[in-house]
T-cell receptor, first 112, second 117 residues
Framework: DQQVKQNSPSLSVQEGRISILNCDYT??????FLWYKKYPAEGPTFLIS?????DKNEDGRFTVFLNKSAKHLSLHIVPSQPGDSAVYFC???????????FGGGTRLMVKP | EAGVTQFPSHSVIEKGQTVTLRCDPI?????LYWYRRVMGKEIKFLLH????????ESGMPNNRFLAERTGGTYSTLKVQPAELEDSGVYFC???????????????FGPGTRLTVL
């Protein structure tokens, strides 16, 4: 039973355009949602987070939107750059502990 | 400041052998986590240490896996005996206090790629 799902295994975007990565979850006990970015042969690197009491958090080119009623969050990257090419993992924290539950990842390719 | 380090970076062993993975967290981080990613799928939680104590080991797959964190510094994860399905990338992460109502970032190491033949 996968509690966090990323239904798009890959996404290709032109440089300068917007990248939108989506994530769905099922567990109402999640209180924080996060996006991690992963390059090959490296560990995941924290990108941005959002508390369950908010609906938007912005950090430079990265914005995360949370729709609690739909149990859906998305990461917007604008403008996209070739260096953004990586695998992006959506993750969620259960308010009963600090473990993270990850989605399967979406591979983003930004073409010059 | 050094990040989370893991050793070895790669390990290839035969089914039935024993392997020990090591993780050195960021200095001062009381919280240490083990995760693994199998066959390119999602990253799954294995267990969580607070200092030397196991806070949550609900993700450990079976009793062939043994994690320790003696002295509350580095941690080891031993797989004995290894099976084919144990192949994957094992990540370690560390964080400061969990902070309760706030989120304290978990910093991940580069992972150990384990291949069981």
């Amino acid at each position: 039973d996968q509690q966090v799902k990323q239904n798009s295994p890959s996404l290709s975007v032109q440089e300068g355009r917007i990248s939108i990565l989506n994530c769905d979850y099922t567990n109402s006990m999640f209180d924080y949602f996060l996006w991690y970015k992963k390059y090959p042969a490296e560990g995941p690197t924290f990108l941005i987070s959002i508390s369950s009491i908010k609906d938007k958090n912005e950090d430079g080119r990265f914005t995360v939107f949370l729709n609690k009623s739909a149990k859906h969050l998305s990461l917007h990257i604008v403008p996209s750059q070739p260096g953004d090419s990586a695998v992006y993992f959506c993750a969620a924290r259960n308010n009963a502990g600090n473990m993270l539950t990850f989605g399967g990842g979406t591979r983003l390719m930004v073409k010059p | 400041e050094a990040g989370v380090t893991q050793f070895p970076s790669h390990s290839v062993i035969e089914k039935g052998q024993t392997v020990t993975l090591r993780c050195d967290p960021i200095s001062g981080h009381d919280n240490l986590y083990w995760y693994r990613r199998v066959m390119g799928k999602e990253i799954k939680f294995l267990l969580h240490f607070v200092k030397e104590s196991k806070q949550d080991e609900s993700g450990m797959p079976n009793n062939r896996f043994l994690a320790e964190r003696t002295g509350g510094t580095y941690s080891t994860l031993k797989v004995q005996p290894a099976e084919l399905e144990d192949s994957g990338v094992y990540f370690c992460a560390s964080s400061q206090d969990t902070g309760g109502l706030s989120y304290n970032e978990q910093f991940f190491g580069p992972g150990t790629r384990l291949t069981v033949l």
